[in-house]
């Protein structure tokens, strides 16, 4: 098969991540830009990197470039591209810009012109035209303009990727599931010992977890990918991957560490417990609602990830207050635990009180947050 180029759309701080994972499926040149990581490889790698990677948003596919300055020129380009390559006239298409030049500042009309090219397109030949469907198109079109440089691709994943398929209900602050698995990864857990998230909501770290530990593809549970909507793709391959997959999953070992998500809400832990149980994952994650002030080691090392709330709807020196339990509790009752927070809320942060190994700042949607890394050594650590 033919090897190709294509664009793998991350968030900001996880490129490496990305690139990490783009490797272990077998992709070439595989080179990080800003919140994205290009490589290469056959339709084989892009099925592959649609269905395993954790840390991708989504796989674009670049098919045709050229130099714009205006709408004119815009229009021209996109003329020039044989568009019935990749749509049929009863076939819906969908178009998206992402514009950062001088020549043009709105990527709503950048989009209208491409989209006038290919209407344009199919009408004089054809007498008649594809037309826009915006929920459930044949094909989704990215058009990416940088200065004068404009590039056509197609949009091979649909829906993000971060939409695994697991979600049925979500709670009022639910992370992002490319995020929660990113977090996952950069605590360096091996679903060796114990893992727990003590503020679990509706359970999106807990099951990213469960995942990783028990490889199953994080694009498993989705319906559709938009590749197997694409004109003359050859989907025998990739039915073949899912099913070699599927067959391994029924026969999932069990878990020999136990993986645990409490949350002091019961509202969320029932709606963390629907989603685990969507995912197949009811016998290898434990849920208990219980309050993080309640909370106590279950074994006598671990990993536990936490995204406490931040705070918006709190007072002050209740939220910093909150933080110091936090730290406190981790330095007393979890020994030997090693544990990662994550919050956009920098001065309550202070109040955790423990030295921090490392720090990393990562987004949560617009937030930005810091992930902060804290070992507890019983007796060494000092509380400030
Ligand atoms: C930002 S949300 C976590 C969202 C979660 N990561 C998800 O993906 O759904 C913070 C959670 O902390 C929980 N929480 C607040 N105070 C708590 C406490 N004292 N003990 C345990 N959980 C608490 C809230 O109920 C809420 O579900």
């Given at each position: 098969?033919?090897?190709?180029?294509?664009?793998?759309?991350?968030?900001?701080?996880?490129?490496?991540?990305?690139?990490?994972?783009?490797?272990?499926?077998?992709?070439?040149?595989?080179?990080?830009?800003?919140?994205?990581?290009?490589?290469?490889?056959?339709?084989?790698?892009?099925?592959?990197?649609?269905?395993?990677?954790?840390?991708?948003?989504?796989?674009?596919?670049?098919?045709?470039?050229?130099?714009?300055?205006?709408?004119?020129?815009?229009?021209?380009?996109?003329?020039?591209?044989?568009?019935?390559?990749?749509?049929?006239?009863?076939?819906?298409?969908?178009?998206?810009?992402?514009?950062?030049?001088?020549?043009?500042?709105?990527?709503?009309?950048?989009?209208?012109?491409?989209?006038?090219?290919?209407?344009?397109?199919?009408?004089?030949?054809?007498?008649?035209?594809?037309?826009?469907?915006?929920?459930?198109?044949?094909?989704?079109?990215?058009?990416?303009?940088?200065?004068?440089?404009?590039?056509i691709l197609l949009d091979t994943s649909g829906e993000p990727l971060f939409k695994r398929g697991y979600r049925l209900h979500g709670n009022l602050a639910p992370i992002n599931e490319v995020l929660a698995a990113a977090m996952v990864k950069f605590s360096g857990w091996k679903g060796d010992t114990l893992f727990m998230d003590p503020m679990c909501g509706s359970g999106t770290i807990v099951i990213e977890a469960a995942m990783q530990a028990l490889d199953i593809p994080a694009g498993i549970y989705r319906n559709?990918?938009?590749f197997e909507r694409w004109k003359d793709m050859d989907l025998a391959p990739w039915y073949e991957m899912l099913s070699k997959e599927e067959e391994r999953l029924e026969n999932l070992p069990a878990l020999n560490v136990k993986i645990i998500g409490s949350d002091i809400s019961q509202a969320a832990i029932d709606i963390a417990e629907k989603n685990v149980e969507k995912a197949g994952l009811s016998k290898h994650i434990t849920l208990i609602a219980k309050s993080f002030e309640k909370t106590i080691a279950l074994s006598e090392t671990g990993t536990i990830i936490i995204n406490p709330p931040y705070g918006e709807r709190l007072k002050k020196d209740y939220i910093n207050s909150f933080y110091s339990m936090i730290g406190r509790r981790l330095k007393f009752k979890?020994?030997?635990?090693?544990?990662?927070?994550?919050?956009?809320?920098?001065?309550?942060?202070?109040?955790?009180?423990?030295h921090a190994d490392s720090k990393k700042i990562l987004y949560n949607g617009a937030l930005e947050c810091k992930f902060l890394e804290y070992s507890?050594?019983?007796?060494?650590?000092?509380?400030?």
């Open positions: 098969m033919d090897s190709k180029t294509y664009i793998a759309k991350t968030l900001a701080g996880l490129e490496e991540l990305l690139a990490e994972e783009l490797n272990g499926i077998g992709a070439e040149n595989v080179k990080i830009l800003n919140r994205a990581v290009e490589f290469t490889g056959d339709d084989q790698i892009m099925f592959k990197a649609n269905l395993y990677l954790r840390t991708a948003l989504r796989i674009l596919k670049p098919i045709y470039s050229f130099k714009t300055v205006d709408s004119t020129s815009l229009y021209r380009g996109a003329l020039k591209l044989d568009w019935s390559e990749y749509l049929s006239l009863n076939e819906t298409f969908v178009i998206d810009a992402v514009v950062n030049s001088e020549f043009f500042n709105h990527s709503g009309y950048v989009g209208l012109r491409v989209k006038d090219a290919i209407v344009d397109q199919f009408r004089n030949k054809y007498g008649k035209r594809p037309s826009v469907d915006t929920k459930r198109p044949h094909l989704r079109i990215s058009v990416h303009l940088s200065y004068d440089d404009c590039t559709e990918f938009a979890f020994e030997n635990h090693k544990a990662w927070i994550l919050s956009n809320n920098f001065d309550a942060i202070h109040h955790i009180g423990l507890m050594y019983e007796g060494t650590k000092k509380i400030k």
